[in-house]
């Protein structure tokens, strides 16, 4: 059971944390290029300024226009959609880049607001691991934030921090299932794996940061972390199953989320220009929070 749910989240988080492409054919086209040079040569000589919103620049604003431009182009000669940047064209609403994934991440961080209010006000602060799930729901609050910032405007420093955060979010799922499989009570074990933790965040961020910003360095901590994280729950879960009658909803919810992230293999044009695989992933997470914190 467990080899046939931890192979699947593989090659999903493969699909789901692979380095965007630095060109496309979109911005790589000629009409594109061409139209780009003119929209920049003409609008953003003077003064570049800045649109109203998410800090759109004249020549941000140029792109936007231009890949529409091409879109059109392509799609008059019979030419699938192209990407641009590694990113398929969206619609902006509300100065938002891609406005389905921004929002449905902000779904997925009340999910989790909604569901911390109700577990503070059910569950005592004296009792066993308390402070553990109201971390947790703070570092994945704070996680699905800058997902919908990044979202919202792609740029070096949001991308930084949605890898970040979202990085620290399966850390930190591993290190709850590490905590919750050996038990509250204070130990060389739950101090190995607190220290271990700490180091593995500070220096996966220190070598982004000051060594090299490495998409597949990154993909693979992504990869080797979460398939840890879901065999731990799992034979945590098949451990306690005669004893503790709520795990199957913690085992569902490890399958239902190896099981969403498969949304981002099937890669299409986003409907309406909104709506695309990524977004849906980010729609389909959004119940699993209900689940999990029963």
């Known amino acids: 059971m467990l080899r046939r749910w931890a192979a699947p989240l593989l090659a999903a988080v493969l699909v789901l944390l692979a380095r965007p492409a630095l060109g496309s054919p979109g911005d790589r086209a000629h009409v594109f290029q061409s139209c780009l040079a003119k929209c920049v040569k003409i609008n953003c000589t003077q003064s570049e300024g800045l649109a ?3 800090l759109w620049t004249c020549p941000d604003n140029c792109k936007y226009q231009c890949m529409w431009t091409t879109v059109d182009a392509f799609v008059e000669n019979g030419i699938d959609i192209p990407q641009f940047y590694g990113k398929w064209p969206f619609v902006r609403w509300l100065s938002m880049q891609e406005p389905a994934s921004a929002l449905f991440s902000l779904l997925n961080l009340l999910g989790h607001v909604l569901m911390l209010r109700r577990f503070t006000s059910l569950v005592p602060r004296q009792a066993p691991l308390y402070w553990l799930w109201v971390t947790y729901s703070l570092v994945c609050i704070n996680a699905w934030f800058w997902s919908g910032v990044f979202h919202a405007k ?5 991308e930084k921090l949605d890898y970040f955060c979202a990085f620290s979010m399966v850390l930190f799922s591993f290190y709850s299932a590490c905590i919750r499989f050996s038990g509250p009570q204070l130990s060389c074990t739950t101090i190995s ?5 700490i ?3 500070a220096y996966h961020i220190m070598y982004l940061l000051l ?6 360095y990154n993909m693979k901590a992504n990869i080797i972390v979460g398939a840890v994280d879901v065999v731990i729950w799992l034979v945590w879960c098949a451990q306690q199953r005669s004893r503790c009658t709520y795990v199957w909803k913690c085992a569902l919810t490890v399958i239902l989320v190896s099981v969403t992230i498969l949304l981002e293999t099937a890669d299409f044009p ?16 959004f119940p699993l929070p209900l689940l999990w914190y029963r």
């Open 199 to 201: 180091g593995f965040m």
């Open 193 to 197: 794996v607190t220290v271990l933790c």
């Open 52 to 54: 109203r919103g998410l």
């Open 270 to 285: 986003p409907l309406g220009w909104v709506l695309d695989a990524h977004a849906f992933w980010h729609l389909s997470t």
């Open 154 to 158: 792609d740029s070096k420093i949001t």
């Open 211 to 216: 060594v090299k910003f490495d998409y597949g």
